[in-house]
């Protein structure tokens, strides 16, 4: 099969490429591309940069000219509800756009006309995953990641997305790549591990454990590649 892994920052996919072996690079809009055959499946891995416009392009060209026929989603989340710690895996079970804001037309926050308010991830990655967690013995939480264009290090602000959205972590991406693989009817899964907890400490927490919480979320992500299609 054709597996897309994406990150948005390079630490998230360097504990990849550090697994797969040898792979050849392609550099296209704005990306590089890394191709490799990995337990019997043709893998695509890039990162596109931070946000949601860098991560809709990166995903958009892994499907198109790559023609991934899945994408999983590696990187580090801010953590909002309390049950999650530093270094701690939550898989999205739906993710949203916390700063979507057309109100003044009378939609909800995330809301754009004739797209939908949360973007479900594909069920069948979601199971496997909770198979993997128990192999590997390791705590999966699975709750609703909101995406926006901003380092969210404000107790106040975490709290408004956590009440508008019943969000359990926030990010900057994952929300747009789903809109991507929902527009494309292509499965996707987002994976994050806790980096910080988006309050005061939030850029200090980041700073810290990006590498860590990345490496978590990478060995998880590959675990999942070995046993999809079995
Ligand atoms: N990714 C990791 N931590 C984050 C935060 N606090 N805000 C936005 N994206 C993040």
Wanted: glycine content about 10%; hydrophobic content about 45%.
């Amino acid at each position: 099969m054709k597996i897309a892994i994406m990150g948005a920052m390079r630490e998230e996919i360097d504990p990849i490429l550090e697994s797969v072996g040898t792979y050849q690079t392609l550099e296209h809009a704005g990306n590089v591309f890394y191709t490799c055959t990995y337990k019997n499946h043709e893998l695509v891995i890039a990162y596109s940069k931070i946000g949601k416009v860098f991560s809709a392009i990166t995903a958009s060209v892994m499907l198109e000219r790559f023609g991934a026929e899945v994408l999983l989603f590696s990187g580090v989340a801010g953590g909002i509800s309390k049950e999650l710690k530093i270094g701690d895996l939550i898989m999205a079970s739906a993710l949203c756009q916390h700063d979507v804001d057309i109100v003044a037309f009378g939609h909800p926050y995330g809301f754009i006309p004739e797209g939908t308010l949360m973007i479900e991830s594909d069920a069948n990655l979601r199971s496997l995953a909770s198979e993997v967690a128990i192999d590997m013995g390791v705590d999966l939480y699975e709750g609703i990641i909101a995406t926006g264009d901003q380092f969210v290090a404000s107790g106040e602000r975490k709290s408004w997305i956590q009440q508008t959205f019943n969000a359990d972590a926030l990010e900057m991406e994952g929300a747009s790549v789903a809109c991507v693989c929902q527009n494309f009817g292509i499965p996707f899964f987002v994976l994050r591990a806790i980096s910080d907890t988006a309050d005061g400490g939030a850029s200090d927490d980041f700073d810290a454990f990006l590498k860590t919480s990345a490496a978590e979320s990478a060995k998880f992500i590959l675990e999942m590649v070995k046993r999809i299609g079995d």
